[in-house]
């Protein structure tokens, strides 16, 4: 089953808001990766946690919080976004983290900051 | 450095023609993946196949296939017979060991009924 779900589909928000994007995988894998896409561009990596760890963060604005509970679980925690942080958000997870892996990608969520 | 080029910004078909959609790569790595995903307008990215750099032969699934040339470093995806449900982003991705993947800019093909 490669199967990564994300929840919510759609968010609107305020800057003002707290919100939270989640992410879940049930394939064993150890890595888990929260990428930004924004309308006619390739994705772009935020953070990487490999073994529950954060290993690779690209310079992301602190208004943007990522957690790995457990190694089947991501989570995104949004406070005081932009309205250029509108986007949709995509969850993936590959076995290790170490490169030469398949990325497997959730259904994504589209983000809305009014 | 690691680069991944699709020269294709947009392609437009008639259902049941064939397409081709090209990658151009580099890298300065032996050993690395090479990716095609799919993203439809729902805007999940469909893993479609992976190839590695010492395994040079083609490969076809269903109207679907994949030419992978170290010596012009490409990897090409052909559609045969294309249909309205193949519209969509198609990214060719890269990752050597120890890299995070590298995206393309992404192809986006309509096909026209």
């Known amino acids: 089953d490669t199967e990564v779900t994300q929840t919510p589909k759609h968010l609107v928000m305020g800057m003002t808001n707290k919100k939270s994007l989640k992410c879940e995988q049930h394939?064993?894998?150890?890595?888990m990766y929260w990428y930004k896409q924004k309308a006619k561009k390739p994705p772009e990596l935020m953070f990487v946690?490999?073994?529950?760890?954060?290993?690779i963060n690209e310079s992301v604005p602190s208004r943007f919080s990522p957690e790995c509970p457990n190694s089947s679980l991501l989570n995104l925690h949004l406070h005081a976004l932009q309205p250029e942080d509108s986007a949709l958000y995509l969850c993936a997870s590959s076995l290790y983290g170490q490169g030469l892996e398949t990325q497997y990608f959730g259904p994504g969520t589209r983000l809305l900051v009014l | 450095a690691q680069k991944v080029t699709q020269a294709q910004t947009e392609i437009s078909v008639v259902e049941k023609e064939d397409v081709t959609l090209d990658c151009v790569y580099e890298t300065r790595d032996t050993t690395y993946y090479l990716f095609w995903y799919k993203q439809p307008p729902s805007g999940e990215l469909v893993f479609l196949i992976r190839?590695?750099?010492?395994?040079?032969q083609n490969e076809i699934s269903g109207r679907y296939s994949w030419n992978f040339q170290k010596s012009t470093s490409s990897f090409n995806f052909t559609i045969t017979a294309s249909q309205v449900v193949d519209s969509a982003v198609y990214f060719c991705a890269l990752t050597p060991k120890n890299t995070p993947l590298v995206f393309g800019k992404g192809t986006r093909l309509s096909v026209i009924a």
């Open positions: 946690y490999s073994y529950e760890k954060l290993s």
């Open positions: 394939m064993g894998h150890r890595a």
């Open positions: 190839r590695n750099s010492f395994d040079e």
